[in-house]
Antibody, heavy 117, light 110 residues
């Protein structure tokens, strides 16, 4: 079974760039579709984007101008970059593997990111 | 953009009872692309149902999904103590690719 582990700074200053990594074990990052999802404290889930290849990447329109998802095949990692962050970007960020079309199967445990000066 | 509305917001039931959770879409959703998740406090969501009615691996058969078009239902027969959690429905739009979640239903112990 594929296992996912998110990592990155827990605190990011407003206007800076949030950068997270998702390390994949038990499978190749090149073999599946991947997504990032976030969840503000006490609130619901928001899909951020999906990656399969560099030519097959899709983003939530509400975040598209600020987000980039990519993979590092040599490290078997998925990454997320979100620019110009504000307090509204404070959330738990999850990476997930798209196990079947339309559904998010394996999830990481999530990493909390706070945007504050 | 398809909006998913879940009801009720909170459902209070006792162990052993049957739970019926609703997910209504603002426009028709392909049944192939409707999923349900369970989330417990401090944990990541767990996929329960995909394709509207197919159970994910390891999910007990007391969980079942049904529905089509704009109305979908997650049913949990004979609630177990570990079933009390928040449940989310989610749909996938293929053109352009996009995933949307409902706002969640909290299933709490009565």
């Amino acid at each position: 079974q594929v296992q996912l582990q998110e990592s990155g700074p827990g605190l990011v200053k407003p206007s800076e760039t949030l950068s997270l990594t998702c390390t994949v074990s038990g499978g190749s990052v090149s073999s599946y579709y991947w997504s990032w999802i976030r969840q503000p404290a006490g609130k619901g889930l928001e899909w951020i984007g999906r990656f399969y290849t560099s030519a097959s990447t899709n983003y939530n329109p509400s975040l598209k101008s600020r987000v980039t998802i990519s993979v590092d095949t040599s490290r078997n990692q998925l990454s997320l970059k979100l620019t110009s962050v504000t307090a509204a970007d404070t959330a738990v960020y999850y990476c997930a593997r798209i196990a079947v079309v339309g559904a998010l199967g394996d999830w990481g445990q999530g990493t909390m990111v706070t945007v504050s000066s | 953009e398809i909006v998913l509305t879940q009801s009720p917001g909170t459902l209070s039931l006792s162990p052993g009872e049957r739970a019926t959770l609703s997910c209504r879409a603002s426009q028709s959703v392909s049944s192939s692309y409707l999923a349900w998740y369970q989330q417990k406090p401090g944990q990541a969501p767990r996929l329960l149902i995909y394709g509207a009615s197919s159970r994910a691996a390891g999910i007990p058969d007391r969980f079942s999904g049904s529905g089509s078009g704009t109305d979908f239902t997650l049913t949990i027969t004979r609630l177990e103590p570990e079933d009390f959690a928040v449940y989310y429905c989610q749909q996938y739009d293929s053109s352009p690719p996009r995933y949307t979640f409902g706002q969640g239903t909290k299933l709490e112990i009565k």
